[in-house]
T-cell receptor, first 114, second 115 residues
């Protein structure tokens, strides 16, 4: 158990819909990351938050957005869903301080768009 | 931009054998971090080992060790006395020392340990 908690573990939704994925980081971690794992794109970095502020952005679509709340939990919002958005979405967290700290992953949220 | 390449899509060995997974990366930076993550059938991403580029000594974690060749930009993972529970996808990842603290992953190597 990495200490990173993600909900829901699985969800199935229709095209055009909107979903929210939730993440609680490890105790004491200030950074939260979102990654997408799909068959064709592999593991892709989406976005990073640090203590409530956006720190870095990767290959995140405009239809997707995220935020980190004062209690440090984070949400990833996916809207106008398309079939190609079906993937495993990971949340991860790391401790503050020196760069290069290990990033710990949650169990992921399986999203299926039908 | 940094890239990570894992040239072995699949590997298969017998239990108790030693296996080496290859990883090369491309960067112009001198200071960075390298990781191996394991993803078993449960799909959870589990850290196997971490290497700091400015440390010449190869990292070791029990049966797992790395061969870090900085000049060659190579970072291979050796698994000794392989066990059935080592069956998983293995991902090599790069993290820059500066800028965004994000992981850049290779495409992965699917390792099967046979009884």
């Amino acid at each position: 158990d990495s200490g990173v908690t993600q909900t829901p573990k699985h969800l199935i939704t229709a095209t055009g819909q909107r979903v929210t994925l939730r993440c609680s980081p490890r105790s004491g971690d200030l950074s939260v990351y979102w990654y997408q794992q799909s068959l064709d794109q592999g593991l892709q970095f989406l976005i990073q938050y640090y203590n409530g502020e956006e720190r870095a952005k990767g290959n995140i679509l405009e239809r997707f957005s995220a935020q980190q709340f004062p209690d440090l939990h984070s949400e990833l919002n996916l809207s106008s869903l398309e079939l190609g958005d079906s993937a495993l979405y990971f949340c991860a967290s790391s401790a503050p301080g020196a760069p290069g700290n290990t990033i710990y992953f949650g169990e992921g949220s399986w999203l299926t768009v039908v | 931009a940094q890239t990570v390449t894992q040239s072995q899509p699949e590997m298969s060995v017998q239990e108790a054998e030693t296996v080496t997974l290859s990883c090369t990366y491309d960067t112009s930076e001198s200071n960075y971090y390298l990781f191996w993550y394991k993803q078993p059938p449960s799909r959870q991403m589990i850290l196997v080992i971490r290497q700091e580029a400015y440390k010449q000594q190869n990292a070791t974690e029990n049966r797992f060790s790395v061969n870090f060749q900085k000049a060659a930009k190579s970072f291979s993972l050796k698994i000794s006395d392989s066990q059935l529970g080592d069956t998983a996808m293995y991902f090599c990842a790069f993290m820059s020392h500066q800028g965004a603290q994000k992981l850049v992953f290779g495409q992965g190597t699917r390792l099967t340990i046979n009884p």
